[in-house]
């Protein structure tokens, strides 16, 4: 008993209520703060870091794409590396006052949180 007509083999789909899973539609677009809007929030922590003690920047409402360019100038600035996680951008060591002072000149609302 063969059959040409075998549903294992067929992947194809005849209807699909809300198209690719990957559908550009159905993203959620971040909105686009201009610096003077944004309340940023500068800390130092260590918590699962291995006691290494990072500068974290939160509170930031802009695209990924300016974000990237932002942590470049910043590890830039401190000389020291960084990184991107979660909208939240981390550097290497305790910058507190600096970054604060670079982020105010680049037109943001920065302020130190926490000890």
Same mark, same amino acid.
């Given at each position: 008993?063969?059959?040409?007509?075998?549903?294992? %083999?067929?992947?194809?789909?005849?209807?699909? =209520?809300?198209?690719?899973?990957?559908?550009?539609?159905?993203?959620?677009?971040?909105?686009?703060?201009?610096?003077?809007?944004?309340?940023?929030?500068?800390?130092? %922590?260590?918590?699962?870091?291995?006691?290494?003690?990072?500068?974290?920047? %939160?509170?930031?409402?802009?695209?990924?794409?300016?974000?990237?360019?932002?942590?470049?100038?910043?590890?830039?600035?401190?000389?020291?590396?960084?990184?991107?996680?979660?909208? =939240?951008? =981390?550097?290497?060591?305790?910058?507190?006052?600096?970054?604060?002072?670079?982020?105010? =000149?680049?037109?943001?609302?920065?302020?130190? %949180?926490?000890?």
């Amino acid at each position: 008993m063969s059959s040409s007509n075998s549903k294992s %083999s067929d992947k194809s789909f005849v209807y699909r =209520e809300f198209g690719n899973d990957n559908s550009a539609a159905t993203e959620r677009p971040i909105p686009e703060l201009p610096p003077q809007q944004q309340n940023l929030k500068v800390q130092a %922590s260590r918590k699962g870091r291995k006691g290494k003690t990072v500068t974290v920047i %939160s509170g930031f409402q802009a695209k990924p794409e300016t974000l990237a360019d932002l942590v470049k100038q910043l590890k830039t600035q401190c000389g020291t590396g960084g990184t991107l996680k979660d909208n =939240e951008i =981390e550097i290497q060591g305790e910058h507190k006052q600096k970054i604060v002072e670079i982020l105010i =000149e680049l037109g943001y609302k920065a302020k130190i %949180s926490g000890g």
